[in-house]
């Protein structure tokens, strides 16, 4: 007994050093006496400075981040697979809507990307910005980067600027460049000028980074549309986002369900799943949805029982011969 407690107090030791050079609170059960609920501390040099914290509005969300995501620092997002870029970048919009809706003067929002990004992943939707995040137009910029390196070199000297509600850097996979040192610059300039910085990681493997905060974003399947009368049946509702806590200096591993409301502009529990023992990119349960997507062996049960209403369209009717083209208009007709 007398060696497990000099490990233990050898252990607990070790926890407060490193958290001392981290610069954050190695006490985390219990809050110093004056603080609120809505703000995270971090130790300096034995001088304590007060953050505050972005709630999403999805209460069990945010109790499991401890009040929600640092507004000074450095937040991973990463989407497992390329087809996730649009659910991962929508999820960061919505984060940049609330820092625009609580700010008191809002600010311009940095878009940061390499040109390989961009071409694989597109740009968001100008029009419907302010229609489904509240981000007028003019209030997003985007800077295109040749390289990395370029890209990176942008983020850190927008990081540290103070006319900026946040600045979002967008690659792909697990670069050379983006290793522990550049993230722990981008967390330096965030946590200095006071303002988030979003890394979103397209088709990346997790690695050591600076971030207090890593999310693995992915879809969810929508729910019905709701009506004054309910549910309504074959209508498709309001997107899922499926997130997983996969790294967190102040909460414990667990998976929810969240839905983005744009009227309201503010994030939705829609079930809460809790801590579970899958892995963080393995979020989407395919026994929600009951119809079966493979086609069962000859021996099973017929499944066009289970099937759903379809919309009969009409056949499609060959056009007349006078509107066919003539030969020479079809350039795979001509001789050479």
């Known amino acids: 007994m007398a060696i497990n407690a000099v490990a233990r107090d050898t252990v607990f030791a070790l926890r407060r050093q490193i958290a001392k050079i981290e610069g954050t609170l190695s006490e985390r059960l219990e809050a110093p006496a004056g603080l609120d609920a809505d703000r995270m501390l971090v130790r300096r040099s034995g001088v304590a400075e007060s953050h505050g914290l972005l709630a999403t509005g999805a209460d069990h969300f945010d109790a499991a981040l401890n009040g929600g995501l640092p507004r000074a620092a450095l937040t991973e997002f990463h989407g497992a697979e390329t087809r996730d870029a649009g659910i991962v970048a929508g999820f960061a919009l919505a984060l940049a809507g609330l820092l625009l809706k609580t700010a008191e003067t809002p600010a311009p929002v940095l878009w940061v990307g390499t040109a390989e990004i961009f071409r694989e992943a597109g740009f968001p939707y100008a029009r ?18 040749p390289k990395v390196t370029d890209a990176l070199w942008i983020a850190e000297e927008a990081a540290g600027l103070t006319a900026l509600s946040a600045v979002v850097l967008e690659l792909r996979g697990n670069p050379d460049r983006l290793d522990l040192t550049a993230t722990r610059r981008l967390h330096r300039r965030a946590q200095a000028a006071g303002r988030p910085v979003f890394l979103l990681r397209q088709a990346a493997l997790a690695e050591p980074t600076a971030a207090p905060v890593r999310l693995v974003v992915a879809p969810a399947p929508a729910t019905l549309r709701n009506t004054m009368a309910g549910p309504l049946e074959g209508t498709i509702g309001r997107q899922g986002i499926a997130v997983a806590i996969s790294k967190s200096r102040a909460a414990q591993p667990g998976q929810f369900t969240l839905e983005w409301n744009p009227d309201e502009r503010t994030f939705l529990d829609r079930k809460h799943a809790g801590a579970t023992h899958q892995q963080p990119w393995d979020i989407q349960k395919r026994a929600e949805d009951p119809v079966a997507v493979v086609p069962l062996p000859s021996s099973g049960t017929d499944p066009a029982a289970a099937a759903r209403p379809v919309l009969a369209f009409p056949p499609r009717q060959p056009p007349p011969i006078g509107d066919q083209p003539s030969r020479p208009q079809r350039p795979a007709h001509r001789r050479a």
Do not use: K, R, S
């Not at 419907?128 to 980067?145: D, H, K």
């Open 128 to 145: 419907g910005l302010e229609t489904g995040f509240g981000i007028a137009p003019e209030n997003l910029l985007y800077a295109e980067a």
